[in-house]
């Protein structure tokens, strides 16, 4: 099983940025995917998830800037992210769940991270 996320870089303040998520080793349709954030000495958080069907939950703080895109057909999950914040300031990580959740501890699959910084 492997998750590989990318994307990640450098941006102001109000910019946009794509986070990729290539998955393998899994049927990859099957599972929930999420994204999370960590930033230092916090703990990982929340940011969104999609179901199988494509159903979204979002965390509050990225509801309206952020959407969470999934291709079945290419194995591949994004985070789009709009009108960054310096708070999103985080490294951003993919996982894999079979079921719904929103904890990072039910996830059963992740990625590496990617750092995303935001300069004010």
């Known amino acids: 099983v492997q998750l590989q996320a990318s994307g990640g870089g450098l941006v102001q303040a109000g910019d946009s940025l794509r986070l990729s998520c290539a998955a393998s080793?899994?049927?990859?349709?099957?599972?929930?995917m999420g994204w999370f954030h960590q930033a230092p000495g916090t703990e990982r958080e929340f940011v969104a998830a999609?179901?199988?069907?494509?159903?979204?939950q979002y965390a509050d703080s990225v509801k309206g800037r952020f959407t969470i895109p999934r291709d079945n057909s290419k194995n591949m999950v994004y985070l789009q992210m709009n009108s960054l914040k310096s708070e999103d300031t985080a490294v951003y990580y993919c996982?894999?769940?079979?079921?719904?959740?929103?904890?990072?501890?039910?996830?059963?699959?992740w990625g590496q991270g990617t750092q995303v910084t935001v300069s004010s």
């Open positions: 999609i179901s199988r069907t494509g159903n979204i």
């Open positions: 080793g899994f049927t990859f349709s099957q599972y929930y």
């Open positions: 996982a894999a769940n079979r079921g719904v959740a929103v904890a990072a501890k039910f996830y059963d699959y």
